[in-house]
Structures are given as structure tokens and as C-alpha cells.
Nanobody, 129 residues
Framework: VQLQACGGGSVLAGGSLRLSCLAS????????MGWFRQAPGKEREFVAG????????YFADSVKGRFTISKDNGRNTVYLQMNSLKSEDTAVYYC???????????????????????WGHGTLVTVSS
């Protein structure tokens, strides 16, 4: 599986960006996807996760109400729509794929980076105030 994230850039606080992550090499529909981010000097943190069907979605509290996640199985792509961006959203954003089949897809499971099998290279988002 290869993941290619794009859509990052520089934006003013309050603005919006949409990140895309194209998956190739495996039937996309069977995977759970997640977005993580890593700010300078900080650890990688969970942003959002989506189940294989798209019916279960989780967000970090810091982005809830501002970010949305969706997936287009036909295009093998997962999206992260980011609105009302803040300077603290500045980070490199990574998409990740989990191809296992957990008995229960919980937020705790989705937010753990160790549960993801494949990672993209990341795309930089810079929010200036």
C-alpha cells in the first residue's frame, strides 16, 4: 500500500484547507484511515479517523467542530477538510492506513498510531495569524 498526501500549504488563521490522501496497491475499501499531525518539537498526534464504511468517524478534541473527514472508495481517497484554522494547527499532516480488522473500532483504537500499517510522507500545513 502506498499513500500519497497532498493539499497542504500556507493559510491565514480562520482559513480553510482540504487535504487529500490517495491510496494505491490494495483494495481501499477494506481499510480504516487516519490523519495524524506533528508540529515542530512535538510528538505525532491523532487528528481524525474513519472506518472502512465511512460510518464511524472520530476526531481529536482539538479539531472537533472544525475538521471533517471523509472517504471516496471509488477514488481510493480520504479527505480532511480543515476549517477555521488556527496557528496551533500548524504541523506536518500524515495519512495512515490500517488494514487489519479489529473486533471493535473505537476512538482509542483509531487514535493509536501503532495500529496503522502504512503511512504517507506528510504534507505541511502552516497557519499564520
Amino acid at each position: 500500500v502506498q499513500l500519497q498526501a497532498c493539499g497542504g500549504g500556507s493559510v491565514l488563521a480562520g482559513g480553510s484547507l482540504r487535504l487529500s490522501c490517495l491510496a494505491s496497491g490494495r483494495p481501499f475499501v477494506t481499510g480504516r484511515m487516519g490523519w495524524f499531525r506533528q508540529a515542530p518539537g512535538k510528538e505525532r498526534e491523532f487528528v481524525a479517523g474513519i472506518s472502512w464504511s465511512g460510518g464511524t468517524i472520530y476526531f481529536a478534541d482539538s479539531v472537533k467542530g472544525r475538521f471533517t473527514i471523509s472517504k471516496d472508495n471509488g477514488r481510493n481517497t480520504v479527505y480532511l477538510q480543515m476549517n477555521s484554522l488556527k496557528s496551533e494547527d500548524t504541523a506536518v499532516y500524515y495519512c495512515a492506513a490500517d488494514i487489519k480488522s479489529p473486533a471493535y473500532y473505537s476512538k482509542r483504537y483509531a487514535s493509536s498510531a501503532s495500529n496503522y500499517d502504512y503511512w504517507g510522507h506528510g504534507t505541511l500545513v502552516t497557519v499564520s495569524s
